[in-house]
């Protein structure tokens, strides 16, 4: 491992921000971005993927950026921390050839890909936190009704236990087909599996009384069934709840609600 002191971080850093466009020192015990001069917290840092042996690492970036970070452990003052560099694929980066046009394309896929749910397809959690909720704070700021409504499915759990991860998989897979269904395209709403059986649905110019009746009468008039096995079927309820954004005033809150 590279060990340094801090007049030595500091140049390396320098040096390596004239072929990044990004170059942070990462606490990662702590998850926080640190100055290089004084190696203090200045704001908070994604978590750190796992490094290989010789302490090194890279990942996609799944934002609406397209780019690689990469990661090093190194040493600074005998103290741990991890040199992180960005490097985007801006638009206007010349891509004439195949192999550069199929890397864009594979990372493109990649993203959505890692946007969605394994189970159900729809949208996840990093999703959610990572792009959409920035869509809803500036709707928010521009005084549009931004909405949620959780759905949660009541038999997961019980299926789960009782049946296995097959049959609770298809339960969430019909469910999460209703609720699209009902939500609309991804333009105007954003169904999202937050964890286990819990889905939200999050509508930026739908008030949640609005929604939230939307949701009821389709999963009403749906056939609410899915297999157990090849003779077996088996049927889930589903409960809502909503909230606006104008009854919490963040983001945070809202979900909460």
């Known amino acids: 491992m590279q060990e340094f002191t801090l007049e030595q971080i500091g140049m390396q850093v320098t040096a390596l921000q004239n072929f990044f466009d990004q170059v942070t020192l990462i606490d990662p015990l702590a998850q926080a971005e640190v100055d290089p001069a004084t190696l203090r917290a200045t704001g908070h840092a994604d978590a750190v993927p796992v490094l290989n042996a010789d302490g090194r690492g890279w990942q996609p970036i799944l934002g609406e950026d397209t780019g690689f970070v990469f990661y ?41 890909e890692m946007r969605r749910d394994y189970v159900t397809g729809v949208y996840n959690r990093a999703f959610l936190d990572s792009t959409y909720r920035k869509k809803v704070a500036a709707a928010a700021c521009a005084g549009k009704p931004v909405s949620v409504v959780a759905a949660r499915v009541n038999e997961y759990w019980n299926l789960l236990r009782e049946e296995g991860t097959h049959a609770a998989d298809c339960c969430l897979n019909t469910a999460a087909g209703i609720l699209q269904l009902a939500a609309g395209p991804d333009q105007q709403n954003a169904v999202v599996r937050l964890e286990d059986g819990i889905f939200l ?23 609410r069934t899915f297999g157990i096995t090849l003779s077996r079927r088996g049927e889930f309820t589903v409960s809502l709840s909503s909230a606006d954004w104008g009854e919490a005033g963040s983001w945070d809150l809202m979900v909460a609600l």
Do not use: C, M
């Open 72 to 112: 090093q452990n190194i040493q600074v003052e005998q103290r741990p921390f991890v040199l992180a560099a960005t490097y985007f694929l801006t638009a206007d980066l010349p891509a004439n050839d195949r192999e550069a046009n199929a890397l864009l394309r594979l990372l493109g896929q990649y993203r959505e």
């Open 201 to 223: 649905v999050v509508s930026v110019g739908t008030p949640a009384a609005k929604l939230q009746a939307a949701l009821h009468e389709a999963l009403g008039e749906s056939r």
